[in-house]
C-alpha cells in the first residue's frame, strides 16, 4: 500500500517498460561478466554465495563456525546464515538439515562439502586463506545482482520516459506564445504570426503580432537513494532493496539524471554524491552490510551535503524499516532535520518496511514536512517498482 504526504491511496503502480542499456565490461572483469551472461551454474552459485553473506553481515567463511553453530542450535545457524548460504554450501535443503543434522554420519558429510565448497572460493580468488571477502568476489556478487533484477524488471516492462518541462533555448518546440524582449529569433513561430497580422488586417508585420516557439528540455534531476543498513534489514530486506537500487540506477542513469547513495546505520556508511558512474553505484550497492541503529538525522545532514548547489530537481528517496533510534531526542531531531533539508530545496519521500504504528506516524509527518510521498510496503516483492515510481513521481 501506498500513501503520498496527503494519504493519498496510490490504486495501482505504473507499469515498468523499456529497459536498455548494459553494464560496462571495462568495470568487471570480462570472464566473470561472460560466465554470468553465460549462465554458468559454478559461476552463479558461487556469486550467490558471495551476496548472501554480505546480506547476512559475515565477515568471512569459516566452516568450524558454522558446524559449530548447525550441530548446538540448527536454528540459531539458519538465523545467523540464512536459508541461501546453508543450502549452498552444504548441498542440502534446510529442511532435509535440520532432520539429520543430529546423526554423526550426516555431520561428517555435511562438513565435508562446506569445506570443499569454500575451498573453490578460494582457488577461484573470490575469497582469501581466512574465508574473507575479495574483490573479484565483490564484483562477482554485483554481477549477480545486476542480472538478477534487470532479468526481473524486463518481463514487467519499466516506465518509459518522462519529460521535465522547462523553459530552454533547445530543446523540442512546443507551445507558441506572444514574443517578448529576449526570445530568439530563430524561435519565431513565421506562420502563427503572418496568421496573427492577416487577421487583424495588418500589411506588414508588426512586433505586436509576432509568435515564438516554446523549447521543451527534460530538467536535470539528482536524487539520492538512502538505505537503512540497521541490523534489522539483514537478510531478503536489505537484498530486495539492493535490488531496487539498482534498479532506479540503471534506469535514472539511462534518462540522463543522476544517482548518489547514503548508506546508514548508527552513522552514515557511505556517502556518494549524485554521479553517473553506474559501476560504481552497484559495486558500493552491493558491498552494504546491515548492522547496529537507525540514525535518518545524519543520513539527511549528508544529503544536504551531497546534492550539489545548484537550482536542479533534488530529491531523497529513504529506505527503512523501523524508528530512528539515535540520540536523547531522534524524533524531533529528524523534523528539524527534514527542515534544513526542505531550505536547502530538497524533497523527501520514506519508503517504510512493514513499519509499526508509531513508525508510520513519524514517516507521515517526515514526508509531509518534505513535500514526498509516503509509501508502506508489506509486499517486499514490489520494492523496485515502488521506488521507481516515487522516482517519476518528481519529473
Known amino acids: 500500500m501506498a500513501f503520498d504526504s496527503r494519504q493519498t491511496k496510490v490504486e495501482k503502480l505504473a507499469d515498468i517498460t523499456e529497459l536498455s542499456g548494459k553494464l560496462s565490461r571495462g568495470k568487471v572483469g570480462d570472464k566473470l561478466m561472460h560466465s554470468v551472461l553465460e549462465n554458468d551454474k559454478k559461476t552463479v552459485k558461487d556469486g550467490k554465495l558471495i551476496r548472501e553473506s554480505i546480506n547476512q553481515g ?65 582457488d577461484n ?23 538478477e533484477e534487470l532479468s526481473n524488471l524486463m518481463p514487467k516492462g519499466i516506465l518509459g520516459e518522462k519529460v521535465h518541462k522547462k523553459a530552454a533555448h533547445y530543446g523540442d518546440k512546443m507551445d ?67 535490488k531496487a537500487g539498482v534498479a532506479l540506477a540503471f534506469k535514472a542513469l539511462n534518462e540522463k539524471d543522476k544517482v548518489g547513495l547514503i548508506v546508514f546505520g548508527s552513522e552514515v556508511k ?21 548492522s547496529k541503529e537507525t540514525n535518518i538525522v545524519k543520513t539527511i545532514e549528508k544529503a544536504i551535503e551531497l546534492f550539489p548547489n545548484e537550482n536542479i530537481t533534488k530529491h531523497l528517496i529513504l529506505i527503512t524499516d523501523a524508528m530512528p533510534t539515535v540520540g536523547s531526542d531522534p524524533e524531533n531531531a529528524t523534523i528539524r532535520a527534514i527542515s ?16 509499526e504504528p508509531k513508525a508510520k506516524a513519524l514517516a507521515e509527518r ?19 517498482k515502488i521506488v521507481l515510481e516515487d522516482y517519476y513521481s518528481v519529473l
Open 270 to 290: 557511505t556517502a556518494i554524491e549524485p554521479t553517473n558512474d553506474f559501476g560504481m553505484l552497484l559495486k558500493e550497492i552491493t558491498k552494504i552490510r546491515a
Open 340 to 355: 534544513e533539508a526542505r531550505n536547502a530545496g530538497i524533497t523527501i519521500s520514506l519508503i517504510g518496511i512493514k513499519l
Open 58 to 122: 559475515l565477515s568471512c567463511f569459516t566452516p568450524d563456525l558454522m558446524m559449530e553453530q548447525l550441530v548446538k542450535s540448527y536454528s540459531m545457524a539458519k538465523k545467523v546464515f540464512g536459508p541461501t548460504i546453508l543450502r549452498l554450501l552444504s548441498n542440502y535443503e534446510p529442511g532435509y538439515i535440520q532432520k539429520n543434522i543430529n546423526i554423526p554420519e550426516f555431520q561428517k558429510e555435511i562438513r565435508k562439502n562446506i569445506e570443499e565448497n569454500i575451498e573453490k572460493l578460494k
Open 125 to 147: 580468488k573470490l575469497i582469501d586463506s581466512r574465508g574473507n571477502i575479495l574483490e573479484k568476489g565483490v564484483e562477482l556478487a554485483s554481477l549477480i545482482l545486476y542480472t
Open 176 to 242: 507558441v506564445k506572444l514574443y517578448k524582449k529576449g526570445d530568439r529569433y530563430k524561435d519565431l513561430a513565421i506562420r502563427d504570426s503572418i496568421k496573427l497580422a492577416v487577421r487583424r488586417s495588418h500589411k506588414e508585420l508588426i512586433k505586436e503580432d509576432l509568435r515564438t516557439f516554446e523549447r521543451q528540455r527534460k530538467g536535470r534531476i539528482s536524487i539520492i537513494y538512502a538505505l537503512d543498513a540497521s541490523g534489522s534489514m539483514k537478510g531478503a530486506k536489505i537484498d530486495v532493496c539492493k
Open 366 to 384: 517526515i514526508t509531509e514536512l518534505g513535500n514526498g510521498r509516503l509509501y508502506v510496503v508489506r509486499d517486499l516483492e514490489n520494492m523496485d
